[in-house]
C-alpha cells in the first residue's frame, strides 16, 4: 500500500521547497535513500540538501537508519542559533 | 532542575537567574547572546529566528541534563527566542548555578556551544543590501 511520507524543512531550504514536503513510500526507505530520492526531486538543491543532518522523531539520526511512514522526519541545515 | 524553553516574547533574564539560585549555591554564571549590529563590516538591520520547535526543547533539556551530570552544577535555565529581533535583543539568554564558580563558568560555556551547534535554530539576517540565512552559505541554487 502506498504512503506518503512528510517531511519538514527549514530556514533557506523552507523557503525554496516548502516547508512541508511529501514522497510516497511503498514500504520502508533508510535515510541516505530518502536523501537521494529528495536530490532526485530537487538536483538544483543538491547541494543543500546534502549539507542537512536528519531528524527522525525529533532525533538526529545516521544514514542507515530505516524510516517508516508514521515517523517525523526533518531536514535539518546547519543551525545558526545564539 | 532544569529550565527551558522557546520563546517569541522578550527574555526575562532576572527571572532566568532567580529561578537558578539556590541556598547551596555560591556562584550564578549567566550568558547572553545579543544581536550584533556590525559583522566584517556590514550592518545588519535586524534578524529574524527560525526553529524547529519541537525538537529544539527537547534538545535543550538534553543539555541542561548534560550540564548538571559533567559539572559539579545544580540548576540550569536556557532561553531562547526566536520570530524578529532588533540590533541589541537578547537572542539567548543561560543562567547556571553550581556550588562554585568554575562549574559555573564550565557549565555555562559547554551549554552554550551546545546550542549554537546542535540545536535547531536558524538565523536570517537582514541588511542593508537584503537578506540571507546564517550558516547556510552552502545553500545556493546550483548552475
Known amino acids: 500500500m502506498e504512503r506518503k511520507l512528510k517531511?519538514?524543512?527549514?530556514?533557506?531550504?523552507?523557503?525554496?521547497?516548502?516547508?512541508?514536503?511529501?514522497?510516497?513510500m511503498e514500504t520502508e526507505?533508510?535515510?541516505?535513500?530518502?536523501?537521494?530520492?529528495?536530490i532526485k526531486m530537487?538536483?538544483?538543491?543538491?547541494?543543500?540538501?546534502?549539507?542537512?543532518?536528519?531528524?527522525?522523531?525529533?532525533?538526529?539520526?545516521?544514514?542507515?537508519?530505516v524510516i517508516r511512514s508514521d515517523d517525523q522526519v526533518a531536514l535539518i541545515p546547519p543551525v545558526s542559533g545564539g | 532542575m532544569i529550565n527551558f524553553a522557546i520563546t517569541h516574547e522578550v527574555i526575562d533574564v532576572q527571572h532566568l537567574i532567580e529561578s537558578v539560585k539556590d541556598r547551596n549555591c555560591g556562584a550564578v554564571c549567566t550568558f547572553m547572546g545579543t544581536v550584533r549590529e556590525l559583522t566584517d563590516g556590514k550592518k545588519t538591520l535586524y534578524l529574524e529566528y527560525e526553529t524547529y520547535q519541537e525538537m529544539a526543547e527537547k534538545m535543550l533539556e538534553e543539555i541542561g541534563n548534560e550540564v548538571l551530570e559533567?559539572?559539579?552544577?545544580?540548576?540550569?535555565?536556557?532561553?531562547?527566542?526566536?520570530?524578529?529581533?532588533?540590533?541589541?535583543?537578547?537572542?539567548?539568554?543561560?543562567?547556571?548555578?553550581?556550588?562554585?564558580?568554575?562549574?559555573?563558568?564550565?557549565?555555562?560555556?559547554?551549554a552554550i556551544d551546545r546550542i549554537k551547534e546542535f540545536v535547531p535554530i536558524w538565523k536570517k539576517e537582514y541588511g542593508e543590501d537584503g537578506a540571507n540565512w546564517v550558516g547556510c552559505n552552502c545553500l545556493r541554487k546550483e548552475g
Do not use: W
Not at chain 1, 530537487?42 to 537508519?65: F, L
Open chain 1, 7 to 24: 517531511i519538514l524543512c527549514f530556514a533557506e531550504l523552507g523557503e525554496k521547497i516548502g516547508k512541508c514536503v511529501e514522497i510516497s
Open chain 1, 29 to 38: 526507505i533508510t535515510v541516505s535513500g530518502l536523501i537521494e530520492r529528495l
Open chain 1, 42 to 65: 530537487y538536483p538544483e538543491y543538491q547541494h543543500s540538501i546534502q549539507s542537512c543532518m536528519i531528524a527522525v522523531n525529533q532525533k538526529y539520526v545516521k544514514v542507515d537508519t
Open chain 2, 70 to 110: 559533567k559539572f559539579q552544577c545544580s540548576k540550569i535555565a536556557m532561553v531562547h527566542r526566536v520570530g524578529r529581533l532588533d540590533i541589541e535583543e537578547v537572542a539567548v539568554a543561560i543562567a547556571v548555578s553550581a556550588p562554585h564558580r568554575k562549574a559555573s563558568f564550565e557549565g555555562c560555556r559547554y
